[in-house]
């Protein structure tokens, strides 16, 4: 009989969907110290918990029978996905179940912010009735700017649509046909920010990756603007968005996210024009049972044996097909990532192609693998064989799959061609020697070899930047470029020119391994060399 040791509190109808099942023992540990936590998991198949346990490899090698973690919420942060991946562990979250409440917050904090409702009530609880001093705005004609239209960015716009404001929306990673099925018309990042009169925030974040909103932002801001975030507080520049909000662009802030919880000694808490909450996104009784009944019956799906949508760590490929397509997972995740940061403009649509040996067998484990790796840059959503079909559709995104048995002179070769507003972009990779390599960018050959692996796809242990300049084909551009990195004292580890016989504008492609990543300015250095005509980088 399976035992399931639920770590923390779960809403009385997960609990429920557990317990009546006759087959598993259910153990409450919500009261457990962390050494009474780790002697309890020991004889445990299954694991569940929200945000207060720390699921670190500790504890998971503790649990030699451990075949499922669940997360009663979105994030997975406080879960070990390397350690859990290492020992077979599948690691589910739920999602979706926080989206309508999300949302609901988002438009609370929105008509909060617009009617001074919070100093309003903090003045009449001292005993003053000043109705003068809370003169508010009324939101509809107005426009809203929404980044991120994912879930709960789709779900804001629908609910805005009611309350009449023209709703504009920035994410260059869904389709204009998702834009306009929920109201939104899709705006360039910089109107967004110079047209809307409130702007909110619901983009999904790499871990790594910069603050979406900084001083220049906030600088191209409407003055009196209204900001709201309930999605991440690392979207944000906190020290910028303070002396933002001391010259009034935006105007006023709700936040229900920051850059580091709790936020007791943030400033922003206290900012006269802020109104803080402490992450209450997922605070509704109706969510804590929607994720508590989610994770159960995937927990018990796993168990089972059964696949499961939720699962951020699910394995890609069935053994039969482990043998020709596994060693390919790595190529794939890596053509997607690049594809995804050498491209830019409003993405269309996505080809992909399989040429050789892999083209005989199941490439769903591969199509997974492209997928996870163009969210990889942009989102820190978790891409897997059961899920990868809801992802695409969920972002409107159109792909089509092509195989041809011929891959000369390779074995095998995966081709992503990401179609956008401003042209395609498309990388071949394949296999040598055991390990992933570029051989193509936008049909210029080149030979790449891609940063070695631990062994799972989706983390790698190091990371290769890569420089890619498209320039004229004349005498001193390989020169120059070299002795304009030499001064900004960035290393070449490696380099390689490509010629395209497509391409009769007498254009070569240079691809530069380096040693970091170029700043904005630096970019733009090498951009202004004579006969330089594209440069775009990426990690990889």
């Given at each position: 009989?399976?035992?399931?040791?639920?770590?923390?509190?779960?809403?009385?109808?997960?609990?429920?969907?557990?317990?009546?099942?006759?087959?598993?023992?259910?153990?409450?540990?919500?009261?457990?110290t962390r050494p009474q936590l780790i002697q309890?998991?020991?004889?445990?198949?299954?694991?569940?918990?929200?945000?207060?346990?720390?699921?670190?490899?500790?504890?998971?090698?503790?649990?030699?029978?451990?075949?499922?973690?669940?997360?009663?919420?979105?994030?997975?942060?406080?879960?070990?996905?390397?350690?859990?991946?290492?020992?077979?562990?599948?690691?589910?979250?739920?999602?979706?179940?926080?989206?309508?409440?999300?949302?609901?917050?988002?438009?609370?904090?929105?008509?909060?912010?617009?009617?001074?409702?919070?100093?309003?009530?903090?003045?009449?609880?001292?005993?003053?009735?000043?109705?003068?001093?809370?003169?508010?705005?009324?939101?509809?004609?107005?426009?809203?700017?929404?980044?991120?239209?994912?879930?709960?960015?789709?779900?804001?716009?629908?609910?805005?649509?009611?309350?009449?404001?023209?709703?504009?929306?920035?994410?260059?990673?869904?389709?204009?046909?998702?834009?306009?099925?929920?109201?939104?018309?899709?705006?360039?990042?910089?109107?967004?920010?110079?047209?809307?009169?409130?702007?909110?925030?619901?983009?999904?974040?790499?871990?790594?990756?910069?603050?979406?909103?900084?001083?220049?932002?906030?600088?191209?801001?409407?003055?009196?603007?209204?900001?709201?975030?309930?999605?991440?507080?690392?979207?944000?520049?906190?020290?910028?968005?303070?002396?933002?909000?001391?010259?009034?662009?935006?105007?006023?802030?709700?936040?229900?996210?920051?850059?580091?919880?709790?936020?007791?000694?943030?400033?922003?808490?206290?900012?006269?024009?802020?109104?803080?909450?402490?992450?209450?996104?997922?605070?509704?009784?109706?969510?804590?049972?929607?994720?508590?009944?989610?994770?159960?019956?995937?927990?018990?799906?796993?168990?089972?044996?059964?696949?499961?949508?939720?699962?951020?760590?699910?394995?890609?490929?069935?053994?039969?097909?482990?043998?020709?397509?596994?060693?390919?997972?790595?190529?794939?995740?890596?053509?997607?990532?690049?594809?995804?940061?050498?491209?830019?403009?409003?993405?269309?649509?996505?080809?992909?192609?399989?040429?050789?040996?892999?083209?005989?067998?199941?490439?769903?484990?591969?199509?997974?693998?492209?997928?996870?790796?163009?969210?990889?840059?942009?989102?820190?959503?978790?891409?897997?064989?059961?899920?990868?079909?809801?992802?695409?559709?969920?972002?409107?995104?159109?792909?089509?799959?092509?195989?041809?048995?011929?891959?000369?002179?390779?074995?095998?070769?995966?081709?992503?061609?990401?179609?956008?507003?401003?042209?395609?972009?498309?990388?071949?990779?394949?296999?040598?020697?055991?390990?992933?390599?570029?051989?193509?960018?936008?049909?210029?050959?080149?030979?790449?070899?891609?940063?070695?692996?631990?062994?799972?796809?989706?983390?790698?242990?190091?990371?290769?930047?890569?420089?890619?300049?498209?320039?004229?084909?004349r005498p001193g551009r390989i020169g120059e470029?070299?002795?304009?990195?030499?001064?900004?004292?960035?290393?070449?580890?490696?380099?390689?020119?490509?010629?395209?016989?497509?391409?009769?504008?007498?254009?070569?492609?240079?691809?530069?391994?380096?040693?970091?990543?170029?700043?904005?300015?630096?970019?733009?250095?090498?951009?202004?060399?004579?006969?330089?005509?594209?440069?775009?980088?990426?990690?990889?």
């Amino acid at each position: 009989m399976p035992r399931i040791l639920v770590a923390e509190p779960l809403a009385a109808d997960g609990l429920a969907i557990l317990r009546a099942t006759a087959d598993a023992d259910v153990v409450d540990g919500s009261a457990l110290t962390r050494p009474q936590l780790i002697q309890a998991a020991a004889p445990c198949h299954a694991l569940i918990v929200r945000s207060g346990t720390q699921v670190d490899r500790a504890l998971i090698e503790a649990a030699p029978n451990l075949r499922v973690i669940g997360r009663a919420g979105a994030g997975v942060d406080n879960i070990d996905l390397d350690a859990a991946s290492e020992r077979g562990v599948i690691v589910l979250n739920a999602a979706g179940g926080n989206t309508v409440s999300a949302a609901e917050l988002t438009v609370a904090l929105l008509l909060a912010l617009s009617r001074h409702l919070a100093d309003a009530n903090a003045s009449l609880r001292a005993g003053q009735w000043n109705r003068s001093a809370f003169m508010g705005a009324e939101l509809r004609g107005k426009t809203v700017g929404i980044v991120g239209l994912g879930l709960v960015g789709a779900a804001v716009a629908r609910r805005l649509q009611a309350m009449e404001m023209r709703t504009i929306a920035y994410d260059p990673f869904v389709s204009e046909d998702r834009a306009r099925s929920v109201g939104a018309e899709l705006a360039p990042f910089r109107d967004l920010l110079e047209q809307s009169d409130v702007i909110t925030l619901h983009s999904s974040a790499a871990p790594d990756a910069p603050p979406l909103l900084g001083a220049a932002e906030f600088a191209l801001m409407k003055p009196g603007s209204l900001l709201v975030n309930t999605a991440r507080g690392r979207l944000v520049d906190e020290a910028a968005l303070a002396d933002a909000l001391d010259a009034g662009r935006p105007g006023a802030a709700a936040l229900d996210v920051f850059a580091a919880e709790p936020a007791h000694e943030n400033p922003l808490v206290r900012h006269p024009q802020v109104l803080a909450t402490p992450h209450l996104g997922a605070s509704t009784q109706e969510a804590q049972e929607r994720v508590a009944v989610d994770i159960a019956t995937e927990t018990l799906k796993v168990l089972r044996g059964e696949p499961s949508m939720s699962a951020v760590n699910a394995p890609l490929i069935d053994p039969e097909s482990l043998e020709v397509v596994g060693p390919y997972l790595q190529v794939a995740e890596m053509c997607g990532r690049l594809a995804t940061q050498l491209a830019s403009g409003q993405w269309q649509n996505i080809v992909v192609r399989y040429e050789g040996e892999i083209a005989n067998h199941d490439v769903t484990p591969l199509k997974a693998a492209i997928i996870g790796g163009l969210l990889a840059p942009i989102s820190d959503e978790h891409v897997n064989l059961v899920n990868v079909n809801s992802t695409i559709a969920n972002r409107g995104w159109m792909v089509s799959e092509r195989k041809t048995s011929d891959a000369e002179p390779f074995t095998s070769t995966i081709t992503v061609e990401l179609r956008t507003s401003t042209g395609a972009t498309s990388l071949m990779g394949t296999l040598e020697h055991g390990r992933s390599a570029v051989v193509e960018i936008n049909r210029f050959p080149v030979h790449i070899g891609g940063p070695r692996h631990n062994g799972n796809t989706q983390h790698a242990s190091d990371h290769l930047h890569l420089l890619v300049l498209r320039n004229e084909d004349r005498p001193g551009r390989i020169g120059e470029v070299g002795m304009a990195l030499g001064r900004l004292d960035v290393n070449i580890a490696a380099m390689d020119v490509g010629y395209s016989a497509d391409d009769p504008s007498e254009m070569s492609l240079m691809a530069l391994t380096i040693s970091r990543t170029l700043t904005a300015n630096e970019l733009d250095q090498i951009a202004a060399i004579d006969g330089i005509e594209d440069v775009a980088q990426a990690r990889m």
